[in-house]
């Protein structure tokens, strides 16, 4: 079973009670936020399961982790010294209260070049096309002056991409976009995208290899 959270902390809360419902044998969970509630329940629950992507606070679980704070990190460093100072993040929303490893390497970025942090650079949206468009059109209506943006996903970029064309800013002579993920369409965008690549097969494959073990011990 495939079950997609979109990001939502009370989506993701019922899809975990779904699944254990159903008497599933395990679950790998990519949580909304540091803080899941739904992860708690796994351990009341004593159901296998294995955290890939985000860790969890003050939880010792097994977990297959991308380092978000890095990615950001690398991204914003890249345009920075490029030439770009003003840098849009567009970052999945987030619980309120929680921390964005994403947020915080490109905060660490501008604050080691001594760039200032411009709130209004800093955008939430859905990590999809449609989510990277509105924040660029958002910014663009705004007459917001910018000529750098890092994604939390390829996706994300592409909605960038079209924003950028609906609004005749030319990539990279207007703005300079770079994504994190390296999905195939990535390199068939005009021009191709800058991105991040992360090694997807092999953090499915461990993923799933540790779950199976876990699975297996708790059968022994």
Not at 23 to 28: E, F, M, N, S
Request: net charge positive; aromatic share 10%; with cysteine.
């Amino acid at each position: 079973m495939l079950c997609n959270s979109e990001y939502d902390e009370k989506k993701e809360l019922r899809y975990i009670s779904l699944l254990a419902s159903k008497k599933v044998d395990g679950i790998i969970v990519a949580p909304v936020s540091e803080k899941s509630n739904g992860i708690k329940n796994l351990f009341t629950w004593n159901i296998p399961f294995v955290i890939f992507d985000i860790p969890q606070k003050k939880l010792k679980t097994n977990s297959i982790l991308v380092d978000h704070y890095q990615c950001s990190y690398i991204a914003t460093k890249h345009l920075i010294e490029n030439g770009h100072k003003n840098i849009v993040v567009i970052d999945a929303f987030r619980p309120p209260g929680s921390k964005s490893k994403f947020i915080l390497g490109y905060l660490k970025a501008l604050n080691e070049y001594n760039i200032p942090i411009n709130p209004g650079f800093i955008q939430e949206a859905s990590p999809d096309i449609v989510g990277g468009y509105n924040a660029i059109k958002k910014l663009i209506t705004k007459k917001t002056s910018f000529t750098g943006v890092i994604a939390i996903c390829d996706l994300a970029a592409v909605g960038v991409y079209k924003a950028a064309n609906k609004f005749n800013l030319k990539i990279p002579n207007d703005i300079s976009v770079v994504g994190n993920d390296d999905i195939p369409l990535a390199k068939y965008l005009n021009p191709p995208l800058t991105t991040i690549h992360q090694p997807k097969y092999l953090l499915g494959y461990k993923s799933a290899k540790l779950l199976l073990s876990q699975i297996q011990n708790k059968k022994a």
